[in-house]
């Protein structure tokens, strides 16, 4: 299966799942979710999400200097993006339960189908 599309789906709730503990920036976080086991995660679709939880109110940034290079961007998640985070944490569990058991062998209709004739 072609994780890809899924992925933008839930780019954004992994994002804030991997930096409710710790503050990131931009690449580091990308190497988190990687590490996580999101191998496909491109690094211009975090970076976007990013600027889109920003400007969303979910993160707060602020800049560190760096002797080796240029200053780093860093991204907190705030109150906003805990509660996102919360919301969008049920509503996956939710969606994952669903599709656990639509895709179970065992899995069966709750309505059974009668065709034209069925006298049963």
């Known amino acids: 299966m072609d994780t890809t599309q899924l992925l933008k789906g839930v780019l954004d709730v992994a994002v804030l799942a991997v930096i409710q503990e710790e503050d990131g920036y931009g690449y580091d976080i990308v190497r988190r979710l990687r590490a996580a086991g999101l191998k496909e995660v491109g690094d211009a679709s975090v970076y976007g999400t990013l600027r889109r939880l920003y400007t969303a109110g979910a993160l707060s940034t602020y800049v560190v200097p ?3 290079g240029p200053h780093r961007k860093y991204y907190g998640i705030n109150t906003e993006g805990r509660t996102m985070l919360a919301e969008q944490r049920a509503s996956w569990t939710r969606f994952a339960n ?6 179970t062998e065992q899995h069966q209709p709750t309505a059974t189908i009668r065709t034209i004739g069925d006298k049963s």
């Open 66 to 68: 760096s002797d080796g």
């Open 98 to 103: 669903t599709m656990s058991l639509l895709l």
